[in-house]
């Protein structure tokens, strides 16, 4: 059975952390990896990962994925109030249509 | 402003009744999905679209229902027959093709059933 596992469940940090979110994965036929940040309602686009090896950037995050290893980190640096959110992991298959979500990480970042 | 569209964000039913759940898109996304998320999980693919009149199960499909007879919509019925449909309800959609990862996603509907 596909699944998707996300470390740690939740978080508490100070402002000016860093934190290391993982991702680990038992997909058949995958695709790409993906990231997305769920703030109230609807998840957002983070980022997408399709080969081993290759850093992802956006500003002050960050990912890779590890295709041997089946597994994926996030990277949040000098954390912000604003980064509070559940970051959700996803594998796309092949086909580019299912995708299975993992239970997410809940970063809340005090002041 | 293109983007995704679901109504209502809270809905209140009574065991047994049937209700739809809307999701309308303006992105010209051929791709839909139905997602549901439950506390302290991830979200589970109830069904997806690739093409208007054509959708498949997903993992979760038993005791829901759904059409797809224009391009910008795809309701979801939730049945009588779904064990624990309280539960928080997302659509989306995308591209099909080479850039069909990214999946963009409404804003939700909250359902209650007592």
């Known amino acids: 059975e596909d699944k998707v596992v996300q470390s740690p469940l939740s978080l508490v940090v100070h402002e000016g952390d860093t934190v290391t979110l993982n991702c680990s994965y038992e997909?058949?036929?995958?695709?790409?990896l993906l990231w997305y940040k769920q703030e109230k309602k609807a998840p957002t686009f983070l980022f997408m990962l399709?080969?081993?090896?290759i850093e992802k950037k956006s500003g002050r995050l960050s990912s890779i994925l590890d295709k041997k290893e089946l597994f994926s980190i996030l990277n949040i640096t000098a954390t912000q109030t604003g980064d509070s959110a559940v970051y959700l992991c996803?594998?796309?298959?092949?086909?580019?249509?299912?995708?299975?979500f993992g239970a997410g990480t809940r970063l809340f970042v005090k002041a | 402003d293109g983007g995704i569209t679901q109504s209502p964000k809270y809905l209140f039913r009574k065991e047994g009744q049937n209700v739809t759940l809307s999701c309308e898109q303006n992105?010209?996304?051929?791709?839909m999905y139905w997602y549901r998320q439950d506390p302290g999980q991830g979200l589970r693919l109830i069904y997806y679209?690739?093409?208007?009149?054509?959708?498949q199960k997903g993992d979760i499909a038993e005791g829901y229902s759904v059409s797809r007879e224009k391009k910008e919509s795809f309701p979801l019925t939730v049945t009588s027959a779904q064990k624990n449909p309280t539960a928080f309800y997302l659509c989306?959609?995308?591209?099909?093709?080479?850039?069909?990862?990214?999946?963009?996603f409404g804003p939700g509907t909250r359902l209650t059933v007592t």
């Open positions: 989306a959609s995308s591209n099909t093709g080479p850039s069909s990862y990214e999946q963009y």
């Open positions: 997909v058949t036929n995958f695709r790409s």
């Open positions: 399709t080969s081993s090896g």
């Open positions: 996803a594998v796309l298959h092949t086909g580019g249509f299912k995708t299975i």
């Open positions: 992105l010209n996304h051929d791709a």
């Open positions: 679209s690739q093409i208007v009149n054509d959708f």
